[in-house]
Structure formats: structure tokens, C-alpha cells
């Protein structure tokens, strides 16, 4: 006894102490009113300060673990020790327990079956902003201000909605882009995610059937998937979705909603021109399917003038639910998103919330905001946006260099979407380049068919410029070997 235990750096000694103490009388090691080792006796044994252990025993007491008779010692509480008697122990088989949501949940998690990046890998698998260019000072500085303002109301519960400075802030942000807010309002999430299946969730599933881009965001995928809906896909064309086919799928079927990305759409980085915008617009209006707009990475866009989302589009109308994030764009760890449409809809969406998870973090939202009303995201976006248009150009150059490919899309953000000749398999390529110390995600994850084997996404962002190049490079070698 005493022999496993390890002292972690960081912590204070005394409550690790006591904690390794109370987990020996939980499970039995020690019973109850049995005598403790005296405080000089344990020091040596666990090989810390005798002042550390007496700290520690006063904890255990406090704690009713423990309890000391004058002039005797410390002994075990006789309450706090493990009864093996008391009950026996019993198994469950949880599996049989759980429902059909948990069960395709599991099924659909991808980062559970994903390739793992060794150490030395090349991966191009991420989307995630490059954390070099954090802007940590302004960060650290936003966080301080805020608590010093109201740092004893952002540590206690805050409101379902979300913290009113930033939602009037984001309101102001959303009306910059041409959005009309008249009869609109806001919800603050946890991230694009939780903000997307609150909607899916409380949209009432007449057709059970949604209509989307093919390929698209695997993400949003699941949650359609998870939330019990049929999806079909409508095929992409160099500026947007192939508005004929959506027609046709239109006159075809009737759906509960459509999801899209129209700007650097994930995965294939198109930004859909203004005129597919407005056809699309007037297609769903037509047929009168409400559309929930994914608002990813709008902000990277690395030239040309800014294209306004389908929501301002929109006008007056409420036909839109616009999905908004900054989590591509500046702190990923901050979850904080939020969903833009009709009042009465966020009225309802706001209850759904409440019931899920209260709020989200006041204290994210409170340094978001600080950060924002300090006019930091200009700045930061202004060098994002030149660090990853260098990457995006050198990503692009060396697939043209090397890949044979039959087409390559994205006209900014963080990704490149690689397609090559049909009958050509990119998980077999996967396979070949991860010996070799490269990965990359299989395209046909994003697809709604069963379709996509022939391509693959590069997700360049947080790749130093020497494995891009050596990286794709290796890439182009093993795809032409296979190709044959």
C-alpha cells in the first residue's frame, strides 16, 4: 500500500494527498476505524512534506473521511469507508439501453473512425484556423475588461437568448451585410452546431424530407440524419448549386426545409455567385421551403467585392434561418454561434434551448463581445486573411504542379476540393499516402448518395508551407501510380 502513488506538477501536494487517501478508503483499502499512518510516518511513505500531510488529514476530516482522538492519531470515519456488504455489485449492458439516435449518433461519428495523425504526419485534414495567428494579447485584455465591468454577473447564470451586448452588437454586424431586420431576432448557441439542431429539432417534419447541396458539410449530415430526415442532394455547378435540378427536385418532391452553404461552401470552397443567389431565392419562395443559410467562413474572402447572403437576399421576407459562427474565423475554443430569423421562431427556438442547456457560456459571449467592440476582428481578419490567401495560393499551385486531377474548387476559405477521373478511388489513396505519412479526408463523406469516391478535401490552414509542398507532393506520386 502507498506505493502507487504520484505526485502531478501543478497541483498543491496536501490535496493530492488527501485525494489519493479518500480514494483508498472508498475503495476499501482502508477500512473504517482503522488507524491512519501518523503524519511523520506517511510523509516518508508518499515522500512529501510532513506539513502537506497534516494539511491533508484536517482536509479528509472536513471532508468526514477521517476523524483524530487526542493523543492517539488519525482514524478512518467508519461512515465514509467502502461497504462491500452492504450492497453487491451489478453489471448493465448499457448497448441494450440505448436508443436509435444514440446508436446512428455513434454509427455517423467519423472523428471515432478517423485516421489518427501520428507524430511527423502530414495532415490535411483539418479546417480549424491556425492558432499561430491568435490574437492572444487582445484576447487576455478583452477577458479582463469584461470582468472587471461585471465579472461577479458573467460567472452566474445568464439568459437563454444570450447576452444582450452581443446580441445587439451581432444585430448591427448582420445589418452591415445587408440583412433587413425588421421582424427578425436572435438566439446566441453553442457554435453552428447546437444552433442547427435546435432548429431541426423544432421544425414540425410534415415530408420528413430535406433538400441540400450535394456534396456538403458532413457535419450538418449527421444532424440531418440524427434528426430523422430523408435527404436529397442537388448537384454543384463551378458558381453554385445547379438550380435545374433543383427545380426538378422541387416539382419532384416536397421537403420541411433546405440547408446551404452559400459562400467557400464546405467541402468545395464555391462561393455562390449573386445571380444563382437570387434564382435560388426565388425558387424556394416559389415553392415555399423555409431555408436554414450556413454562414461559413463568409469573412475569408481573400478578393472580389462581398456577396450578401441569402438572408438580405431575402428582404423583408422570414423564409430564412441564417446559421452565423466565428469559429472558423478567429477562436473555435469560444462556442459561441447564433441563429438570425423571424421573431415568433426564435421565441420558440428560445424555449428549446432553455430545456437543452439553460445558456450559453456569459462568459464566452462577454469576451467575444469585448473583443469585437474593441474592433479587433478588422484587424485580425486583415492578417488572417493575407496569411491564409499565401497558403490558399501556394496549396493551389502545388496540386496543379502534382495532382492529376480532373477539377479542383475553392475560391478561398481554408480548404481546396480535389476531384479526379471517375472510377478513381481516394480512400485507396488514402491508404497508400498514410504509409507514407500524409492524410488527407475522403470526399465522399460529404456526399448524400453513396457518390464521391473520387475525391478528396485539403484542408491547408494549419500546414507549415514545407509539408504543403512535400505533402501534395506525395499526394500527386502515389495518385499517378495508381492511376497506372
Not at 186 to 198: A, R, S, W
Request: charged share 25%; hydrophobic share 40%.
Amino acid at each position: 500500500m502507498f506505493k502507487d502513488f504520484k505526485l502531478i506538477a501543478g497541483r498543491p501536494v496536501y490535496i493530492q494527498v488527501k485525494d489519493y487517501m479518500k480514494s483508498l478508503i472508498l475503495r476499501g483499502a482502508l477500512q473504517g476505524e482503522q488507524k491512519l499512518p501518523s503524519t511523520r510516518e506517511l510523509s516518508l511513505l508518499l515522500k512529501v512534506s510532513r506539513n502537506s500531510v497534516i494539511s491533508a488529514y484536517t482536509a479528509l476530516e472536513d471532508d468526514g473521511f477521517a476523524y483524530t482522538v487526542q493523543g492517539q492519531g488519525s482514524y478512518v470515519a467508519p461512515a465514509a469507508a467502502s461497504d462491500s456488504t452492504a450492497a453487491s455489485a451489478w453489471t448493465m449492458d448499457w448497448k441494450t439501453r440505448l436508443s436509435s439516435r444514440a446508436l446512428l449518433a455513434e454509427e455517423l461519428d467519423i472523428m471515432k473512425r478517423g485516421i489518427r495523425a501520428g507524430k511527423g504526419t502530414i495532415s490535411f485534414t483539418s479546417i480549424a484556423p491556425d492558432e499561430s495567428l491568435f490574437d492572444l494579447d487582445n484576447v487576455k485584455r478583452a477577458f479582463l475588461d469584461r470582468m472587471s465591468v461585471e465579472g461577479n454577473v458573467l460567472l452566474n447564470y445568464g439568459y437563454a437568448k444570450g447576452y444582450k451586448p452581443l446580441i445587439d452588437y451581432l444585430r448591427q454586424y448582420m445589418e452591415h451585410k445587408g440583412v433587413d431586420m425588421r421582424g427578425k431576432d436572435m438566439l446566441i448557441t453553442n457554435g453552428f452546431t447546437e444552433g442547427f439542431d435546435i432548429v431541426l429539432s423544432a421544425l414540425g417534419q410534415r415530408h420528413g424530407a430535406v433538400l441540400c447541396e450535394n456534396p456538403t458539410h458532413h457535419t450538418a449530415l449527421k444532424n440531418l440524419r440524427l434528426n430523422g430526415f430523408d435527404i436529397r442532394g442537388v448537384a454543384m455547378e463551378p458558381d453554385g448549386i445547379h438550380l435545374g435540378e433543383l427545380k426538378r427536385a422541387l416539382e419532384e418532391g416536397e421537403y420541411d426545409c433546405a440547408y446551404f452553404v452559400p459562400s467557400y461552401h464546405n467541402p468545395t470552397g464555391i462561393v455562390m455567385s449573386p445571380e444563382k443567389r437570387q434564382g435560388l431565392m426565388k425558387l424556394m419562395a416559389e415553392y415555399r421551403v423555409p431555408v436554414i443559410e450556413d454562414g461559413f467562413n463568409e469573412e475569408l474572402r481573400y478578393s472580389g467585392s462581398h456577396v450578401a447572403p441569402l438572408i438580405a437576399a431575402a428582404g423583408s421576407g422570414n423564409g430564412v434561418v441564417y446559421l452565423g459562427s466565428f469559429s472558423k474565423v478567429l477562436f473555435p475554443g469560444l462556442r459561441v454561434g447564433w441563429v438570425l430569423a423571424d421573431q415568433e421562431l426564435i421565441y420558440y427556438l428560445e424555449s428549446v434551448k432553455r430545456a437543452r442547456s439553460i445558456h450559453t457560456s456569459t462568459l464566452d459571449q462577454s469576451i467575444l463581445y469585448q473583443y469585437l467592440l474593441g474592433g479587433h476582428l478588422e484587424k485580425y481578419l486583415k492578417r488572417a486573411r493575407t496569411e491564409y490567401k499565401r497558403k490558399y495560393e501556394l496549396t493551389m499551385a502545388c496540386c496543379k504542379e502534382w495532382l492529376p486531377y480532373s477539377r479542383i474548387s475553392g475560391d478561398g476559405g481554408l480548404h481546396l476540393f480535389v476531384t479526379f477521373p471517375e472510377g478513381f478511388s481516394t480512400r485507396e489513396l488514402l491508404a497508400a499516402c498514410r504509409e507514407q505519412g500524409v492524410i488527407f479526408t475522403a470526399g465522399d463523406i460529404f456526399f448524400t448518395d453513396g457518390t464521391g469516391q473520387h475525391t478528396l478535401r485539403l484542408g491547408f490552414s494549419r500546414v507549415a508551407d514545407e509539408d504543403i509542398r512535400r505533402g501534395i507532393e506525395i499526394i500527386g506520386r502515389t495518385a499517378r501510380q495508381l492511376l497506372g
